[in-house]
């Protein structure tokens, strides 16, 4: 079975940074991509960004673009976020995802098949 676990979350002032990993085990490279989505209390999960297993074609949120950058290290089967400038409203659980269905999909969470624990990542004003 495919196993995600993300790790790098935490507390941090507005304007800062964090680096979120995903570390992945099982059969993970079957899937066209790999991607992160968050939810914030009481919210809906939402789409963050994503990155294609072929040619490694990335794909943001509006709201996250510029700020963020997905990439992927395939030695260590790790996927990684980075966040810059940092705001409130990206108070959110991050949750690493795998098993992408279909590239049109990948925005949703009924598209993946596989996700991790999820974690907390905390911006203050």
Same mark, same amino acid.
């Given at each position: 079975?495919?196993?995600?676990?993300?790790?790098?979350?935490?507390?941090?002032?507005?304007?800062?940074?964090? *680096?979120?990993?995903?570390?992945?085990?099982?059969?993970?490279?079957?899937?066209?991509g790999?991607?992160?989505? *968050?939810?914030?209390?009481?919210?809906? *999960?939402?789409?963050?960004?994503a990155?294609?297993? =072929?040619?490694?074609?990335?794909?943001?949120?509006d709201?996250?673009?510029?700020?963020?950058?997905?990439? *992927?290290?395939?030695?260590?089967?790790?996927?990684?976020?980075?966040?810059?400038?940092?705001?409130?409203?990206?108070?959110?659980?991050?949750?690493?995802?795998?098993?992408?269905?279909?590239?049109?999909?990948?925005?949703? %969470?009924?598209?993946?098949?596989?996700?991790?624990?999820?974690?907390?990542?905390? %911006?203050? =004003?």
């Amino acid at each position: 079975q495919v196993q995600l676990v993300e790790s790098g979350g935490g507390l941090v002032q507005a304007g800062g940074s964090l *680096r979120l990993s995903c570390a992945a085990s099982g059969r993970t490279f079957s899937s066209d991509g790999m991607g992160w989505f *968050r939810q914030a209390p009481g919210k809906e *999960r939402v789409f963050v960004a994503a990155i294609m297993w =072929s040619g490694g074609r990335t794909y943001y949120d509006d709201s996250v673009k510029g700020r963020f950058t997905i990439s *992927r290290d395939n030695f260590k089967n790790t996927l990684y976020l980075q966040m810059n400038s940092l705001k409130p409203e990206d108070t959110a659980v991050y949750y690493c995802a795998a098993g992408l269905n279909t590239n049109m999909a990948m925005a949703m %969470v009924e598209g993946w098949n596989y996700w991790g624990q999820g974690t907390q990542v905390t %911006v203050s =004003s």
